[in-house]
């Protein structure tokens, strides 16, 4: 599968943004989605993932209360709803899907693609 994170851009504190994640090729028997994030010479953070056949939702914690992950139509497989943004929120973002079941969504490590990541950048 093919992903590709858009809908970044420039905001101002306290503002809104919704990402989307796009994909193409096999998409059949994906276990979750996952969005993160990053900044330069820092590790991958998980934000948000969702389950697949369930559609529980996990959020991480600095995150919680303000973004919401949900799943999408054919083509867009999963959005990111980023509320009340602040500009610690300022990162690249990036989708992924993993196939294989067990462990923790929030791992990094777990999944198997990766799309291109979206600038998300909060201005104080």
């Known amino acids: 599968v093919q992903l590709q994170a858009s809908g970044g851009g420039l905001v101002q504190a306290g503002g809104s943004l919704r990402l989307s994640c796009a994909a193409s090729?096999?998409?059949?028997?994906?276990?979750?989605m996952g969005w993160f994030r990053q900044t330069p010479g820092e590790e991958r953070e998980f934000v948000a993932g969702?389950?697949?056949?369930?559609?529980?939702?996990f959020y991480g914690d600095s995150v919680k209360g303000r973004f919401l992950v949900s799943r999408g139509g054919a083509s867009i497989l999963v959005y990111l709803s980023m509320n009340s943004l602040k500009p610690e929120d300022s990162a690249v973002y990036f989708c992924?899907?993993?196939?294989?079941?067990?462990?923790?969504?929030?791992?990094?490590?777990?999944?198997?693609?990766w799309g291109q990541g979206t600038q998300v950048t909060v201005s104080s």
């Open positions: 090729g096999r998409t059949f028997g994906i276990y979750g």
């Open positions: 969702v389950h697949w056949s369930t559609s529980t939702t």
């Open positions: 992924a899907a993993r196939y294989g079941a067990g462990g923790s969504l929030g791992d990094v490590q777990t999944y198997d693609y």
